[in-house]
C-alpha cells in the first residue's frame, strides 16, 4: 500500500531527482522487509551522481535484481512486455516509467532503444538485462546488443554490474531468489519470502566509454566485464 501511495499522491508533486530518491528509499524498505540483504563488495567509487545519465547493465537472475539496482542507483529499467501483467508489480512498474520490450518483435525493439534514448535524453539512468532472459546465475549469458544503441546516439557511458545471490553463512551460491523455469512471479515471491535470509552480492565495474564502438562490440566489451565481476564474487567466496 505504501508504494501505491508514493507513485499516485506523491509522485506528480515530485521532481526528477525526488522520484529516484523516492525509489531509492522504497526499495531499501522492501528488500529489508523480504529479508534481503545487498553487500556491495566492490565499485562505489564508480557510481555516478542521480542526474548523471548513463546506461547500467548486468547480469540477470531474479526480479529481485530490479530492487538491488534501484536501492544503489535509482533508474529507469527496461523489462519484458509480460511484467506489466504482474500482480501489483505491473502497475508499481508502469508507474516508474518502466520501458517495456516485446523481445520477439523486431518494432517493439526498435521502439525500446528510442524510449531508453528518449530517458537518457532526459537526464535519466537507464538499467538493463541484455541477457534477455534470467538464469541461475552461474555464468552471465550472451548479451544482445539493441540496447546499447541507445547509449551510443545519446553518447553516454555504460556501467557494467556484476550479482550473486549466496549463503551468507556459508558464501556459496544460493538459487532460492532465481527467476528460471516455469515457476510465476507469485509463486516466486512466495518462495523468496519463506527464505530465512537471502544475502546478494554485488560488484559495480568502471564505466565504459561508447566512443569508437559499434552496439554489438560494447556489448560484448560489457559482457567481458560484468563476466569477469561474477569470477572474482564466486572467487571471494571460497
Known sequence: MQAFWILWVRF??????????EIQNWSQRTLRIMGVNVRLNAGLEHT??????????????????????????????????EVRAWPVVGAI???????????GSPSSARKMVQDVTDALTRG????????????????????????FEAAIDRGVEVQPIALRYINEA????????????EIGFVASLHKVMCAPSITVSLHIGAP?????????TLAH??????????????????
Open 124 to 147: 535519466y539512468r537507464v538499467a538493463g538485462f541484455p541477457e534477455g532472459t534470467s538464469s541461475e546465475g552461474h555464468e552471465v549469458r550472451l548479451f544482445h546488443a539493441n540496447l
Open 93 to 103: 512498474a508502469q508507474a516508474c516509467e518502466v520501458v517495456f520490450v516485446d523481445r
Open 48 to 81: 555516478s551522481p542521480n542526474n548523471t545519465p548513463q546506461l547500467l547493465v548486468a547480469n540477470h537472475v531474479s526480479w529481485l535484481d530490479v530492487l538491488v539496482i534501484q536501492s544503489l542507483q535509482p533508474s529507469v529499467f527496461v523489462a519484458k512486455k
Open 12 to 21: 506528480p508533486s515530485l521532481d526528477r531527482d525526488e522520484k529516484l530518491t
Open 208 to 216: 565504459l566509454s561508447p566512443q569508437g564502438h559499434s552496439r554489438r
Open 170 to 181: 556459508t558464501g556459496a551460491h544460493c538459487q532460492v531468489a532465481a527467476f528460471v523455469g
Open 221 to 238: 566489451l560489457s559482457h567481458r566485464s560484468v563476466s569477469t565481476q561474477l569470477e572474482a564474487l564466486s572467487a571471494s567466496a571460497r
